[in-house]
Structures are given as structure tokens and as C-alpha cells.
């Protein structure tokens, strides 16, 4: 996903928009109608925008269901409130500053910001020179931003209070995604070194799979997850709640990929866009038959929440590059993506890295993983690049979420009391709780 002031803009300018065939009946469609007038590619391109937003905003209810599932029950409430608290504020601070930040308006640089508030369109007006209705455009920007925050709830849940968590999601989405965008689709010094990714494997999953990591290492585990005796399972509240939210999330993620195209004004892109939904799918397909036949092999028994992830890590795998593989090709990245969480899951609990519903194997594993895989298929990207990509990235956000993972736990402390976490942070934080009814009856 690009700079739109960079890449889109040709597209209606000049009314005859070049793009690669991505179908072989392709051939028999006549020269001149490939390509549609300046106003109505403008219309296709902003339709896509806006398509595409509204699905990747439909993820943040994946992420909220998907999270709701997997912890206990007494923390069902708290969860909910983190996930629309979240999209609220991402959707505030990127346009206050994220954006400005994302898309600072020049070629190779490590940080820059234009002018701010972003500014939108007046009442009817429309310049068609830009190839997109700019308010689409900062609209499916935005939904990014906030999908990177609902991966630090997940890793984060059942140990940590509201307020440090909003304060973090402030700055993660105010600052910290902003300069990781600016760097590739900003048309930073990654994107002028061959960097690619095309719909965020690293710039949006990975960065959120680094911030939940700096916070599951300084917040600590949940209590009791680990002991002398050995590791605690937790249960979640809701496995249909659970799967619920994983399907949320792979349909939104058509939104994600395929409007990542960023154009629909040709015959060409709208095949590609066709292209990029059958490779999402398979993925993310691949994942989870991938993760059912490991876990059977595993434990003897096929695991309904690596399923789930097996899933969403296949998806997240295809991510960097859903265009340019084969189906074969994404099968077998979506499928490596889907083994991931299964690897990595114990290997965290050995650790005593307290991940609750294994977002960092899913969001960072994969995300690099589908990143570093880009070259397979796409011969014009470095791998170089690609490897300098995925450290800078972790490098950064590790960096700065470390920083501010310290001082709201030097200055206001980020977990509750010890009584109101073993008690749920429904009525700690909330005194909302979730399921009254059945934790009275228990």
C-alpha cells in the first residue's frame, strides 16, 4: 500500500492507466475500453477506498469478538471497552497527527510531518487530479492504524488498566505506526532502498506484534499463569465467540489486501484485485488445515484456538505480497504462517512470555515470515531490503514502546491491584461485568 500522493494521482490524469494483465481473458478485451475517463477512475478508485475501509473497519469487531473468546470471563467487559476505545482514539490521533506523519509529503527521509489536522474536501468539491477522494483515502488509512493497536490489546489482556493502556494506544497511533508508514508507503528511505509490503505484514502486524511484545515482557504475566509447579491454563470465556471473530477478521481482511491495490480504474487492476482476494483466501485456508494437521500430530488432538490462529497467521502471512504468488505459492506461505503459532506459542510459555491470545506468533512471527517471503514471488524486491525492513521495524518499535511501557509503569502504574485481578477487571475497571448472571450462579 503506497504513498497515495505518489502512486495514485496518475492513475486519473490521464484517463489510459497502465497495469500489468492479471487474466488470460484478459487478451480478448478491446484496447480501448481497459481504461475509464479521469472522473469515473476517480469514482472506481475512491469506491475501492471506501469498500475497502469499511471491511478492515469491520476487523476491529473481529479483534474485540476473537479477544472477548479467549479470556476468562470475569474479563469480558474490560476487552470490549479496550476494543472500541481503541479504534476511537486511533481514528482521532491519525487525523490530529498520524497521518501527517504517514505521509509527510517527501522522498527518502527517516521522519518528516506536513501540515496538520489533515484536512479534507469542502462540501461537493472534488479534484479529480488526485485519482481518489482524499477523505477515502485518509478514511482507509486510518482503519490500519487502529488494527495495529487491537493487536497490543490481545497480547496485553487480563493484567493491565484502562488508563495506561489508552495512553499507549495514544502514542502508538499518534507516533510511533506513523513513522514505521512513513518509512515505506510514505515513501521513506525503506521504500527508496526496494522495501515492500504491500498491505503491512511488517508495517502494520510486525509493529504491533513488537509493541505487544515490549508489553508482555514489562507488565509481566497474568497471576498464576506460571509457577513451580509449572504452567496454569486459562480457559477462555467463549470458543464460538472466538471462531465468530476469526471469521470477522478474514473477511474484513479482503478489505485489507484487496483495496491495498489502491486502484480500480482499469481492467487490469480490478483482475489484480479478483487475484489478490482468491490468493487472501487460500492463505489464510492453508493456515488453518495446516495448524489442525500440526496440533493432531502434536498432541494427539486438533486444537480449536491454533485452528483460529492458524488461520489469522496465514493471512497476515500473505499480506506482504498477496498479488504476485500463484495460488500454489500462497498456499504454501499461508500455510507456513499457519505452522508458526503452533511453534511458537510453547516456546513463549517456556519463556514466561504471557501472550493471551497468541497474537505475537500470529501478528509478528507471520508478519515477518510473509515479509521475508516477498522475493519468493516477486523477483524485484531485495531481499536486503526486506531483511533491513523487518530489523529497523523491530529496532524502532521496541525501542520507543519500551520507553513509554516504562514510564507509565514508573508514573502511574499499569496493572491493578493484586485483589482486582484475581477478582476480573470487569468490576475493577468497569463494574460492568460481562455474564452477571452466570458469575453469580458460580
Not at 493484567?159 to 497511533?173: A, D, E, M, S
Not at 514489562?218 to 465468530?244: C, E, Q
Not at 480449536?304 to 502471512?317: I, K
Not at 523487518?390 to 491493578?416: E, Y
Request: net charge negative; aromatic share 12%.
Amino acid at each position: 500500500m503506497t504513498s497515495k500522493l505518489l502512486y495514485s494521482a496518475p492513475l486519473a490524469l490521464a484517463g489510459v492507466l497502465a497495469s500489468a494483465p492479471a487474466l488470460a481473458q484478459e487478451a480478448a478485451v478491446p484496447e480501448a475500453v481497459e481504461a475509464v475517463s479521469g472522473g469515473t477512475a476517480y469514482i472506481f478508485n475512491t469506491l475501492l477506498f471506501l469498500i475497502g475501509g469499511f471491511l478492515v473497519m469491520w476487523m476491529a469487531a473481529g479483534f474485540a469478538m476473537l479477544e472477548a473468546g479467549l479470556v476468562r470471563s470475569k474479563n469480558v467487559s474490560v476487552q470490549c471497552l479496550k476494543n472500541i476505545g481503541l479504534y476511537s482514539i486511533a481514528g482521532l490521533m491519525f487525523w490530529v497527527i498520524g497521518y501527517s506523519i504517514a505521509y509527510p509529503g517527501f522522498e527518502g527521509g527517516f521522519f518528516g510531518i506536513a501540515d496538520f489536522p489533515y484536512g479534507m474536501q469542502g462540501v461537493g468539491e472534488a479534484d479529480t487530479g488526485t485519482g481518489y477522494s482524499v477523505a477515502s483515502d485518509w478514511f482507509f488509512q486510518m482503519v490500519f492504524c487502529a488494527t495495529t493497536a487491537s493487536i497490543v490489546s490481545g497480547t496485553v489482556a487480563e493484567r493491565i488498566k484502562i488508563v495506561p493502556f489508552f495512553i499507549f494506544v495514544t502514542l502508538l497511533t499518534g507516533f510511533i505506526y506513523p513513522v514505521i508508514v512513513s518509512w515505506e508507503w510514505g515513501a521513506g528511505w525503506l521504500d527508496a532502498m526496494g522495501f515492500s509490503d504491500f498491505a503491512g505484514s511488517t508495517l502494520v502486524h510486525s509493529t504491533g506484534g513488537w509493541a505487544a511484545l515490549m508489553g508482555a515482557l514489562i507488565i509481566g504475566p497474568r497471576l498464576g499463569r506460571y509457577t513451580d509447579k509449572g504452567m496454569t491454563v486459562f480457559p477462555g470465556s467463549s470458543i464460538p465467540l472466538a471462531t465468530l471473530g476469526t471469521f470477522i477478521l478474514w473477511l474484513g481482511w479482503f478489505g485489507f489486501n484487496g483495496a491495498s491495490q489502491l486502484a480500480m480504474g482499469t481492467v487490469g487492476d480490478v483482475s489484480d484485485v479478483s487475484k489478490i482476494f482468491v490468493n487472501t483466501n487460500m492463505a489464510a485456508a492453508a493456515g488453518v488445515v495446516v495448524a489442525i494437521i500440526f496440533t493432531q500430530l502434536r498432541y494427539g488432538k486438533a486444537d480449536t484456538t491454533m485452528a483460529l490462529n492458524g488461520a489469522l497467521a496465514g493471512l497476515v502471512a500473505i499480506t506482504a505480497e498477496p498479488l504476485t504468488p500463484n495460488v500454489g505459492m500462497a498456499i504454501v506461505i499461508g500455510g507456513i504462517g499457519g505452522a508458526l503459532p503452533v511453534i511458537f506459542v510453547p516456546i513463549l510459555d517456556k519463556l514466561k512470555i504471557d501472550d493471551v491470545v497468541g497474537a505475537i506468533p500470529v501478528h509478528l512471527i507471520a508478519g515477518i515470515w510473509g515479509t521475508l517471503a516477498v522475493p519468493l514471488t516477486n523477483t524485484e524486491v531485495p531481499f536486503v531490503a526486506q531483511i533491513t525492513g523487518v530489523v529497523a521495524t523491530g529496532l524502532f518499535v521496541c525501542a520507543t514502546s519500551a520507553i513509554v511501557w516504562f514510564a507509565l509503569k514508573a508514573i502511574i502504574g499499569v496493572r491493578p491491584s493484586a485483589e482486582e485481578e484475581m477478582a476480573g477487571l470487569d468490576l475493577g475497571e468497569t463494574g460492568i461485568e460481562a455474564y452477571p448472571e452466570f458469575a453469580r450462579a458460580t
